[in-house]
């Protein structure tokens, strides 16, 4: 095995071979040892491999840290019961309805590609869990936070056949490296509504990385409110492995000064009569960067296939930058496919209008923003869309 | 109350070339009156309002305009409208997201602050809102949708005056109220202005035609060419100008 790793080694950075030595050192399990292979293929990701352009983790990773690590601004998403992860790995947890177990067991067949860091976390997960959402179980809230060091976590979330649930994902680092990798496995008819919170640090390089398979007439649907980190990847490849799944990719993003989000989704539509809408906003301030990559791609065979993604961004000030990458990839001839993406700043009528009313101009560019990104969170279900929007417009307000 | 002095503008606007668009406007209008202000498109009746109000953009090279003495072209546009100024807009602008209720809420709330006075309590609003809409014989629905979207001419008219009987200025500037309104929305429109009309108010309307002022009746009227007022009188002057035309009256001053 060693050997096998050193071929690939002359192309990994120093800290790609720390990671990787640190594995050796661990008693590695198949699924481990799986991964850390397609991890060792790239190693620590960077701006020259395809989907990386704007997460350079490698570059992030290798700068000195200023010792600006601090706690995260944010509040997690509350649900009626939880696990929390911190430098430690879990520390805190209580799971009442669902059943669970702690790491994640070894009987996935199918393994989806969930890309450099999602391996990563696999590989050298410290910690992770194995839950079985049960009928009727309250939404769970899994909390990610830290400051210093490199934190790895894995965990795999089934609902079975025909159960609602709601997850909600808080992801506020302040510091250090961290890659959390969770699997969705959601079985014929079942629904899930996930919610995603991330803030981090501007030293902090945080991954929150998802694969989502869906069985046939599942229903997925996903909001998120990215407040951005030095570098944050929010990834998610979800799969419409049967017939008639549905889902929903929804969130929006703000990002200020130093802070950075690259928002990736890759969608395979294998079934027949599929569909996926997909809406992110975002909004970036003078020194924010942010970046969407979106693909959606249509087997030969799914037929009916109905995928509508958009993506929509302001500049709020000179100095911002936004990115975006949408692809459809469309190998069947029935199918409705449409992309749509804007970039702009806001609109001068539209503020003076509201200046003239009596809103001073920072109040009138506030609200004209929140109102912008809001249609990309309002059909969270209630609890987490309040939740989001509320984030957002403190994050808005300054307050 | 309202003082313009040899007013003079330039219309900067990113990508156009700088335009002088006013050329030496004075005009007062005092406290209790209705003063209406007539001109052929192009004549300099919406720039105006524009710089009364502080469009970005609309920059006065010389001359001077006072507010109940302040000098209001030194005023950011929310300070303006904190002392009184509202400009009820000839194109009013969709604001996409936010309910019209809130956004009235907001300004009033904004208004309030910044002169010292308490916020409204949420159901002294509410009374408020419903009382004038139904005075404007407005659908309480439309209190609950975005702003002006999807509205038609007429609505985004009548929601104007909805804006600006809940907000009670002091100095009313209607740039062409009466184009998109019917002949019935007209008149309650017009009896919403009316209501406004006091001796410690001012009011400015802008129009092209006659009809809105057989509605509102003004005080005094002031013809408007080339960027200059270039008659004055009483409101016979707009029932001449309906029926000779502006041609005659510019060849006339010519």
């Known amino acids: 095995m060693s050997s096998s790793l050193s071929a690939s080694a002359p192309l990994l950075d120093a800290r790609s071979s720390g990671l990787l030595a640190r594995l050796e050192a661990m008693d590695p399990s198949p699924s481990r040892l799986r991964a850390r292979e397609a991890f060792a293929r790239t190693g620590l990701p ?62 996935e067949a199918r393994v989806p590609d969930v890309g450099a860091l999602g391996w990563l976390a696999e590989a050298l997960a410290l910690d992770g869990a194995d839950i079985t959402l049960a009928p009727g179980a309250q939404p769970l809230a899994l909390v990610f936070s830290g400051r210093e060091g490199d934190r790895f976590v894995h965990l795999r979330i089934r609902v079975p056949q025909g159960v609602e649930a709601q997850v909600a994902e808080s992801h506020l680092s302040g510091g250090g490296f961290s890659s959390v990798r969770v699997d969705y496995v959601l079985e014929a008819g079942a629904s899930l509504h996930r919610s995603v919170f991330l803030a981090g640090g501007a030293e902090c ?42 889902a ?62 958009q993506h929509h961004a302001l500049l709020l000030e000179e100095g911002a930058e936004v990115n975006a990458k949408p692809e459809l990839e469309i190998y069947a001839d029935d199918v409705q496919c449409a992309h749509g993406a804007t970039t702009g700043a806001l609109d001068e009528a539209a503020l003076f209008y509201m200046r003239q009313r009596g809103l001073p101009l920072a109040q009138a560019r506030a609200l004209l923003t929140l109102s912008f990104i809001a249609s990309a969170l309002e059909s969270a279900p209630s609890g987490p869309r309040e939740a989001l929007l509320g984030e957002a417009e403190r994050w808005l307000t300054g307050a | ?67 109940l003495g302040e000098d209001l072209l030194a005023l950011e546009p929310e ?50 809102s419903r009382a004038i809409a139904e005075r404007l014989r407005m659908d309480p629905d439309m209190l609950k949708r975005p702003l002006n979207v999807g509205f038609s001419g007429g609505e985004k008219k009548r929601l104007e005056i909805y804006q600006m009987l809940m907000l009670e200025p002091r100095l009313m500037i209607l740039d062409e109220t009466d184009s998109g309104l019917d002949i019935d929305a007209l008149r309650i429109v017009s009896e919403g202005v009316n209501a406004l009309r006091s001796p410690d108010r001012a009011m400015l309307v802008i129009t092209h035609y006659q009809r809105l002022l057989d509605h509102i009746r003004p005080d005094r009227v002031h013809v408007l060419s080339a960027g200059r007022i270039i008659a004055s009188g009483g409101p016979e002057l707009a029932l001449r100008l309906e029926s000779e035309g502006y041609d005659a009256l510019i060849a006339g001053a010519g």
């Open chain 2, 79 to 128: 300070a303006r409208a904190a002392k009184g100024v509202f400009l009820s807009f000839q194109y009013p602008v969709e604001i996409p997201g936010v309910p019209v209720m809130t956004f009235v809420r907001a300004a009033m709330n904004a208004q309030r602050t910044s002169r010292g006075e308490a916020e409204i309590s949420a159901p002294d609003f509410l009374k408020k």
């Open chain 2, 1 to 67: 109350m309202l003082e313009l002095k040899d007013l003079r503008a330039r219309l900067s606007l990113e990508g156009a070339p700088d335009r002088d668009i006013l050329n030496g406007v004075t005009l007062t209008v005092p406290a209790g009156e209705v003063h209406a202000i007539m001109g052929p498109n192009g004549s300099g009746k919406s720039t105006l309002s524009y710089l009364l109000a502080g469009r970005p953009g609309y920059e006065a090279t010389s001359g001077s305009a006072h507010f």
């Open chain 1, 205 to 246: 390089v945080q991954a929150a990385v998802a694969s989502v398979r869906l069985a046939p007439g599942a229903r997925f649907h996903q909001t998120f409110l990215s407040l951005g980190a030095g570098l944050s990847r929010l990834e998610t490849a979800l799969t419409h492995e049967g017939d008639g799944s549905e």
């Open chain 1, 46 to 107: 960077h701006r020259r491999i395809e989907g990386w352009r704007w997460s350079d983790v490698r570059a992030a990773l290798s700068r000195p840290p200023a010792g600006g690590a601090t706690d995260a601004p944010a509040t997690p998403l509350a649900g009626g019961s939880g696990l929390a992860f911190g430098e430690g790995g879990l520390t805190a947890g209580e799971l009442a309805v669902s059943s669970w177990t702690r790491g994640v067991s070894e009987n």
């Open chain 1, 248 to 309: 929903v990719l929804d969130g929006a993003y703000l990002l200020g000064e130093g802070r950075r989000t690259d928002v990736v989704t890759r969608v395979d539509h294998l079934g027949v009569g599929a569909s996926t809408r997909q809406l992110v906003r975002g909004a970036v301030k003078s020194g924010g960067r942010g970046a969407f990559q979106g693909r959606f791609h249509v087997a030969r065979h799914a037929q009916k296939t109905d995928a509508r993604m």
